[in-house]
């Protein structure tokens, strides 16, 4: 089951990024993300249980040099341990957040490839992921990579995730696939390779976030300055980039 909003290790709660233009890029994410009848998300970019999951902080100096890209956050048993591991495997740390003692709270790291990301301790467990009630979260994750073995052995080894290698079609133009498992029943992500003539992605996570009304979010990313970059008809998700060059998913929640 596609579902990386889980507590536990391997878990995806939360994802940040800091942007210049502020001002437009929240315009922007509000308007897309708040589409329908009955929406997923408020116009302050928390979801519709009042709950933060993603934030779009200021592009300030001190922050300029982060990568411009959506950092998912991924619950690990031993942030110390995850960020060793991630230098030893060939990545890099950009920040370490540690409290009074020492002891570390959270890093953000880059993949082999420059992909960002989060790590933060597993949180206790809240009851609003166990409903089944339809919310504004992150529903999937996916990564194109040029070689999808080597960040798959990454990841296993920083974060804790499982892999399962995924059957591929010839017309989808992939090389290789492996659905990153948080435990039996749920997964977290995809980690993809494309032919190097088709792919159109950076090597990014991109963070899905479902919307009420599909089409209308992705009308309003045009009109909002972005760009819709793939649709996925049957799979009712599109890839956009938005006014500023960042890349994001939407589905039909």
């Given at each position: 089951?596609?579902?990386?909003?889980?507590?536990?290790?391997?878990?995806?709660?939360?994802?940040?990024?800091?942007?210049?233009?502020?001002?437009?890029?929240?315009?922007?994410?509000?308007?897309?993300?708040?589409?329908?009848d009955a929406?997923?998300?408020?116009?302050?970019?928390?979801?519709?249980?009042?709950?933060?999951?993603?934030?779009?902080?200021?592009?300030?100096?001190?922050?300029?040099?982060?990568?411009?890209?959506?950092?998912?956050?991924?619950?690990?048993?031993?942030?110390?341990?995850?960020?060793?591991?991630?230098?030893?495997?060939?990545?890099?740390?950009?920040?370490?957040?540690?409290?009074?003692?020492?002891?570390?709270?959270?890093?953000?790291?880059?993949?082999?490839?420059?992909?960002?990301?989060?790590?933060?301790p597993?949180e206790?467990?809240?009851?609003?992921?166990?409903?089944?009630?339809?919310?504004?979260?992150?529903?999937?994750?996916?990564?194109?990579?040029?070689?999808?073995s080597?960040?798959?052995?990454f990841?296993?080894?920083?974060?804790?995730w499982?892999?399962k290698?995924?059957?591929?079609?010839?017309?989808?133009?992939?090389?290789?696939?492996?659905?990153?498992?948080?435990?039996?029943?749920?997964?977290?992500?995809?980690?993809?390779?494309?032919g190097?003539?088709?792919?159109?992605?950076p090597?990014?996570?991109?963070?899905?976030?479902?919307?009420?009304?599909?089409?209308?979010s992705?009308?309003?990313?045009?009109?909002?300055?972005?760009?819709?970059?793939?649709?996925?008809?049957?799979?009712?998700?599109?890839?956009?980039?938005?006014?500023?060059?960042?890349?994001?998913?939407?589905?039909?929640?």
């Amino acid at each position: 089951m596609q579902n990386p909003f889980v507590h536990g290790v391997g878990g995806v709660l939360s994802a940040d990024i800091a942007v210049p233009d502020h001002e437009r890029e929240l315009a922007f994410y509000s308007s897309i993300l708040t589409t329908g009848d009955a929406p997923l998300w408020r116009d302050d970019l928390m979801n519709n249980f009042g709950t933060p999951i993603i934030g779009l902080g200021v592009r300030t100096p001190e922050f300029e040099w982060l990568p411009l890209q959506w950092m998912p956050h991924f619950q690990v048993a031993d942030v110390a341990a995850s960020a060793t591991c991630a230098i030893d495997v060939g990545g890099k740390e950009l920040m370490h957040g540690k409290d009074d003692d020492g002891k570390s709270q959270w890093a953000v790291l880059v993949d082999p490839d420059g992909v960002a990301f989060g790590i933060i301790p597993v949180e206790p467990g809240d009851s609003y992921t166990a409903r089944q009630d339809r919310l504004g979260c992150i529903s999937w994750l996916s990564l194109a990579v040029p070689n999808a073995s080597s960040s798959r052995d990454f990841y296993r080894q920083v974060i804790g995730w499982n892999a399962k290698s995924i059957e591929t079609e010839e017309t989808e133009g992939l090389v290789a696939k492996f659905e990153m498992q948080i435990d039996d029943e749920n997964s977290a992500a995809e980690i993809c390779q494309f032919g190097s003539e088709q792919n159109e992605i950076p090597s990014v996570w991109l963070i899905h976030l479902p919307v009420d009304d599909f089409v209308e979010s992705l009308r309003r990313v045009t009109e909002g300055g972005g760009e819709v970059i793939k649709e996925f008809v049957e799979a009712k998700y599109a890839i956009v980039r938005d006014p500023v060059g960042v890349y994001v998913a939407l589905q039909a929640g």
